[in-house]
């Protein structure tokens, strides 16, 4: 089973930019759908971004325009670019992995946005 291991979260204040990485175990980095999802405290999972293996990208609106998901295969690595961060995207960032309809999850890292 794929291992992810997600980096790259800390605190920023608002209008500043992060990079989560997710980092997939594996020689070959094989997926149907790769996505990064986040949940804050007392609120439920959602989803905000996610690549498809043909490369095509979809995005939660409320980051449209601020958010980036990119994909590295030779470093087996997920990549989200977060700019122009918010408040409201303190969360804790998971990376997924779905894969012939298996979905894996990483541990998770958080993100905290100043006022």
């Known amino acids: 089973q794929a291992h992810l291991v997600e980096s790259g979260g800390g605190s920023v204040q608002s209008g500043g930019s992060l990079r989560l990485s997710c980092a997939a175990s594996?020689?070959?980095?094989?997926?149907?759908?790769m996505g990064w999802y986040r949940q804050a405290p007392g609120k439920e999972r959602e989803s905000v971004a996610s690549?498809?293996?043909?490369?095509?990208?979809n995005y939660g609106d409320s980051v449209k325009g601020r958010f980036t998901i990119s994909t590295d295969n030779t470093k087996n690595t997920v990549y989200l670019q977060m700019n122009s961060l918010k408040p409201e995207d303190t969360a804790v960032y998971y990376c997924?992995?779905?894969?012939?309809?298996?979905?894996?999850w990483g541990q998770g890292t958080q993100v905290t946005v100043s006022s």
């Open positions: 997924s992995k779905l894969y012939f309809r298996i979905r894996t």
């Open positions: 594996g020689s070959i980095f094989r997926f149907d759908v």
């Open positions: 690549i498809s293996s043909d490369g095509s990208t």
